[in-house]
Nanobody
Framework: QAQLVESGGGSVQAGGSLRLSCATS????????MGWFRQAPGKEREEVAT????????SYADSVKGRFTISQDNAKNTLYLQMNTLKPEDTAMYYC??????????????WGQGTQVTVSS
């Protein structure tokens, strides 16, 4: 019920775009806080964006506001992250997560396998 299948990662040049997808189950989609996280080598994992399925409200890290958009397709039970105007500092392993709570900050829940995003200069 909490299986997360990611796709869409790859290598792009600075200024380019990518769209990440995270396919999950209807149960997971309805009962968890869905979000995208990333971790670069030598850095702590950070929250990129989350979406509250109850009302569709979203939250973004300051570093990606105006460039990234989190969205969901209810019919397909799929989470997306549209990434525009990519920068080299966006290079990281990106993870889809189904968290128990959007607001506790515990990051407890289920995590995908990760998909690599590499942005070159």
């Amino acid at each position: 019920q909490a299986q997360l299948v990611e796709s869409g990662g790859g290598s792009v040049q600075a200024g380019g775009s990518l769209r990440l997808s995270c396919a999950t189950s209807a149960y997971t989609y309805s009962n968890f806080c869905m979000g995208w996280f990333r971790q670069a080598p030598g850095k702590e994992r950070e929250e990129v964006a989350t979406i509250d399925s109850s009302d569709g409200s979203t939250s973004y890290a300051d570093s990606v506001k105006g460039r990234f958009t989190i969205s969901q397709d209810n019919a397909k039970n799929t989470l997306y992250l549209q990434m525009n105007t990519l920068k080299p500092e966006d290079t990281a392993m990106y993870y889809c997560a189904a968290l128990y709570d959007c607001y506790s900050g515990s990051w407890s829940g289920y995590w995908g396998q990760g998909t690599q995003v590499t942005v070159s200069s």
